[in-house]
T-cell receptor, first 112, second 114 residues
């Protein structure tokens, strides 16, 4: 079963614009991770945020976490055509790091 | 660090046949995971190894599925008597043996059942 749900399911933007994706989850977590998947490829880890953190940055990526609302957002600034991919959030449960549960993903298209 | 390697990349087989996939994790990673991903969905957890010990199995892993990691290095996933519903991408990932570490994924094996 999928723990998280990403919103929107699909997003199409122009190159240079910002893209925001949201993730909601159901149970208490140890950490939340965001991954990118290009078509036909495996997942690439982008950023991990612990449950006691509220915001994290990595290059053009900004992730926020609100544990009271059980939600997270991923912001990609100044998007590029190469950012076109599916983005998934994944949650690691309290007391365990090994079994992460993935959401349904947001398909991002960046138009050059 | 050559990353997680999976073979074959694609497998086409007839219904009822057995198939086996191989995963070579990053060498220093003790944890190894198998996932299944169908079109338009996120990966679904199948099973997890800590070294050679299989510590958790999903209910998705029916009796026709078996996974091994005999020497704590590479792993194999076998599906016996394949069914149409087994068509999916099978992903392998590995991670170090400590908390709050991301998983590193291979490019998967895409299985098509005719």
């Amino acid at each position: 079963s999928q723990q998280g749900e990403e919103d929107p399911q699909a997003l199409s933007i122009q190159e240079g614009e910002n893209a925001t994706m949201n993730c909601s989850y159901k149970t208490s977590i140890n950490n939340l991770q965001w991954y990118r998947q290009n078509s036909g490829r495996g997942l690439v880890h982008l950023i991990l945020i612990r449950s006691n953190e509220r915001e994290k940055h990595s290059g053009r990526l900004r992730v926020t976490l609100d544990t009271s609302k059980k939600s997270s957002s991923l912001l990609i600034t100044a998007s590029r055509a190469a950012d076109t991919a599916s983005y998934f959030c994944a949650t690691a449960p309290l007391g365990g790091y090994q079994k992460v549960t993935f959401g349904t993903g947001t398909k991002l298209q960046v138009i050059p | 660090d050559t990353g997680v390697s999976q073979n074959p990349r694609h497998k086409i087989t007839k219904r009822g046949q057995n198939v086996t996939f191989r995963c070579d994790p990053i060498s220093e990673h003790n944890r190894l995971y198998w996932y299944r991903q169908t079109l338009g969905q996120g990966p679904e957890f199948l099973t997890y190894f800590q070294n050679e010990a299989q510590l958790e199995k999903s209910r998705l892993l029916s009796d026709r599925f078996s996974a091994e990691r005999p020497k704590g290095s590479f792993s194999t996933l076998e599906i016996q008597r394949t069914e149409q519903g087994d068509s999916a991408m099978y992903l392998c990932a590995s991670s170090p043996d400590r908390g709050n570490q991301p998983q590193h994924f291979g490019d998967g094996t895409r299985l098509s059942i005719l």
